[in-house]
């Protein structure tokens, strides 16, 4: 009798599986950061850096925490990176040469958050129980509740002062 191997299940690995290679391409990009002379690839490596992250969100069941990764970090922050690097160039007539001072402090920090995240990971209580009686919920619908419910004030005035930074940005920029 022969077997056969149903090609949908080969990329059904294990999670955790897959949390490993997010993790190690999200270290190895954040190393990129740090390390690299090039600001453009720096740039580069810290988007990555963010899609790995969302990764590892998705992995972790908060879809919506990962889709705001991609939008606004991956997505956002990296363009407005290069509009500023493209920028700067543009504004004083010549290639501005980008050197990173501080990559032996930034590696020893890091070095030593990683010591301490190992710690935590090796030494720390995870044994957590769910509560049965609590109905699972949607993590959108969980967080837009919270928005609108528990932090409404928050989301407002975060909202006003997002839109007075704009209006000064604007005002600013029309001056020139």
Same mark, same amino acid.
């Given at each position: 009798m022969e077997t056969t191997v149903n090609? $949908?299940?080969?990329?059904?690995?294990n999670p955790l599986f897959?949390?490993?290679?997010?993790?190690? #391409?999200?270290?190895?990009?954040? $190393? +990129?950061?740090? *390390? *690299?002379?090039?600001i453009v690839h720096? &740039?580069?490596?810290?988007?990555?850096?963010?899609?790995? &992250?969302? +990764?590892?969100?998705?992995?972790? +069941?908060? !879809?919506?925490? #990962? =889709? #705001? !990764?991609?939008?606004?970090?991956? +997505? #956002? $922050? &990296?363009v407005l990176i290069f509009f500023a690097l493209m920028l700067s160039k543009r504004i004083i007539g010549r290639d501005i040469i980008y050197k990173n001072r501080q990559s032996i402090w930034a590696m020893l920090l890091s070095m030593? *958050? =990683?010591? $301490?995240?190992?710690? &935590?990971?090796a030494y720390g209580n995870w044994n957590y129980e769910v509560d049965p009686t609590v109905a699972p919920m949607d993590n959108t619908k969980m967080i837009g509740r919270s928005l609108m419910l528990s932090y409404t004030l928050v989301f407002w005035v975060t909202g006003f002062i997002l839109t007075i930074t704009m209006i000064g940005a604007l005002m600013l920029a029309k001056k020139d």
């Open positions: 090609p $949908v299940h080969l990329f059904f690995v897959y949390f490993w290679v997010f993790s190690f #391409a999200l270290l190895g990009a954040a $190393v +990129g950061v740090v *390390m *690299m002379r090039n720096c &740039t580069l490596s810290l988007c990555l850096a963010f899609i790995c &992250t969302a +990764g590892i969100y998705v992995i972790f +069941g908060a !879809e919506f925490l #990962a =889709a #705001a !990764e991609i939008l606004i970090y991956a +997505g #956002a $922050v &990296t030593a *958050m =990683a010591l $301490v995240l190992i710690a &935590t990971l």
